[in-house]
């Protein structure tokens, strides 16, 4: 080994520089890739870091777009319910005076069936505390309902008799009449003795009466067995007004409505 390195000395000099030099370039090119594997690397981790970032801002915004618009058609929902049922109430409303002053021409059933309608809407998608005051005014509303169809026909029949003038030739007989069927719910109510003999004069005081039906003849003298149906009614109503008028403020405070 040592005799090859004495005979080569001369080659192995004029070589060794040109090995050093391509060492050098190679291990330079070789830190140079690594370093631009590592540039790499960081660069696709940076632009990964930032879709995962914009993907996120995107998500949040398209949550809160979808957000604000549940929360809108959620409020135009309540708005529209509340509204109806407001409506659908003062449509029924008229149609229950009607029934004090004439029959049931078949208006009530549809007029009470979208009064329903309307409530339960109302119970779907307005909260609690609406809902709750929602059927208060409902139950306001059933109750006049119960009035005009079990006292409907005597109250008419009553308010034909009072509605006699003076200067009209039947007028003693109405004025009578009603002065009868007073007498004949305060014995019922005393419970007198003579709550038979004060039937019998009603019905008499109602016969001489030409133009009452049968049917509110016989109204007028069962109505006689429940308690006077002017103050009743009125409660009624101030009632169901009350209910409605709750209604409404709890409706604007639901709705975010101030002065």
């Known amino acids: 080994m040592t005799d090859f390195l004495e005979e080569h000395q001369a080659l192995i000099v004029w070589l060794f520089p040109i090995v050093l030099a391509f060492a050098g370039v190679w291990l330079g090119a070789w830190i140079q890739a690594r370093g631009g594997h590592a540039q790499a690397k960081a660069a696709e981790k940076a632009a990964t870091t930032a879709a995962a970032a914009t993907l996120?801002?995107?998500?949040?915004?398209?949550?809160?777009?979808?957000?604000?618009?549940?929360?809108?058609?959620?409020r135009e929902q309540r708005i529209s319910a509340a509204t109806n049922l407001i409506r659908s109430d003062r449509a029924f409303g008229r149609v229950l005076h009607s029934l004090f002053r004439q029959p049931d021409a078949g208006a009530s059933t549809p007029a009470y069936d979208e009064l329903l309608h309307a409530w339960g809407v109302v119970q779907l998608v307005a909260p609690a505390s609406l809902t709750a005051v929602s059927s208060r005014v409902l139950h306001a509303s059933q109750d006049l309902q119960r009035l005009a169809r079990e006292r409907g026909e005597a109250y008419r029949s009553h308010m034909q008799l009072t509605g006699v003038r003076v200067w009209m030739p039947e007028y003693e007989d109405a004025r009578r009449a009603v002065e009868a069927l007073d007498a004949w719910r305060a014995a019922y109510e005393a419970e007198d003795s003579n709550m038979v003999d004060a039937h019998d004069a009603a019905s008499a005081a109602l016969d001489r009466i030409?133009?009452?039906?049968?049917?509110?003849?016989?109204?007028?003298?069962?109505?006689?067995?429940?308690?006077?149906?002017?103050p009743l009614l009125e409660q009624s109503w101030r009632e169901h007004n009350e209910a409605m008028d709750e209604f409404v403020r709890c409706a604007r405070a639901a709705l975010g409505v101030t002065d």
């Open 210 to 230: 030409p133009n009452l039906s049968p049917e509110g003849k016989s109204a007028l003298l069962n109505d006689g067995l429940e308690p006077e149906i002017g």
């Open 56 to 74: 996120q801002a995107v998500r949040e915004q398209a949550d809160h777009a979808a957000a604000a618009a549940h929360a809108t058609a959620l």
